[in-house]
């Protein structure tokens, strides 16, 4: 993979970190844990800037953001109830659950904005709750842009100082993203072994 992701950045430049970056965001073929450190080297060899790559990088991936948010904010929370009720279960959310983080966002969606585009796996779906409770569109983009911009640019910066050794980066970050999805999927199971039990003691089993 890390071969093929060189030979898209060295043949594309900027406009390929920036098609690399749209698709890890809107359906992650490649992890940005891969693309960003391979610019990076790219970068310390002179044949693009740092600061170029750190913002088509940037630029990438906000433009995936945009789209996730506009497509939750289209669907709305009023589409969004019915299936909940339907498929609530499989989903591991009710409908009380939605309002705890609709308020949530609506008090603090710009802190769950912005740290959560720096935690690997959330980062590329954390715009669906914001477009689905109607986030405001300047604080998402503020906050969306301010994370996003601290993750490409310590990447980058990253690849850029260890030149080839770009899998040392993936020692490290890659054990984090997988720990991050080991408990995603953990956190599911339990809740739909649990969901019986919960909905019996708050009087909303269902069948």
């Known amino acids: 993979m890390d071969e093929w992701v060189f030979e898209l950045v060295e043949g594309g430049g900027l406009a390929g970190i920036f098609l690399l970056m749209l698709l890890e965001t809107v359906f992650p073929p490649i992890p940005s844990e891969v693309i960003m450190p391979v610019a990076g080297v790219v970068a310390a060899r002179g044949d693009l800037s740092l600061a170029g790559v750190i913002l088509s990088g940037t630029a990438g991936a906000m433009a995936g953001n945009l789209f996730w948010y506009g497509v939750a904010r289209m669907i709305g929370l009023h589409?969004?109830?019915?299936?909940?009720?339907?498929?609530?279960?499989?989903?591991?959310?009710?409908?009380?659950?939605?309002?705890?983080?609709?308020?949530?966002?609506?008090?603090?969606?710009?802190?769950?904005?912005?740290?959560?585009r720096m935690i690997p796996t959330i980062r590329s779906v954390v715009s669906l709750p914001a477009g689905l409770v109607r986030m405001r569109l300047p604080g998402f983009l503020v906050w969306s842009t301010i994370g996003t911009v601290i993750?490409?640019?310590?990447?980058?910066?990253?690849?850029?100082?260890?030149?080839?050794?770009?899998?040392?980066?993936?020692?490290?970050?890659?054990?984090?993203?997988?720990?991050?999805?080991v408990l995603v999927v953990?956190?599911?199971?339990?809740?739909?072994?649990?969901?019986?039990?919960?909905?019996?003691?708050s009087g909303t089993v269902e069948d």
């Not at 309002?99 to 802190?111: H, I, K, M, N």
């Open 186 to 201: 953990v956190i599911y199971i339990w809740r739909q072994l649990t969901w019986g039990r919960r909905h019996r003691l």
């Open 151 to 181: 993750w490409s640019a310590g990447l980058a910066i990253a690849g850029w100082v260890l030149g080839r050794q770009f899998g040392e980066i993936e020692r490290f970050i890659g054990p984090v993203s997988t720990g991050v999805i």
């Open 79 to 116: 589409r969004f109830r019915p299936l909940i009720e339907r498929y609530g279960r499989w989903l591991t959310l009710d409908w009380p659950e939605v309002e705890r983080a609709q308020g949530l966002f609506t008090r603090f969606g710009a802190a769950i904005v912005g740290f959560g």
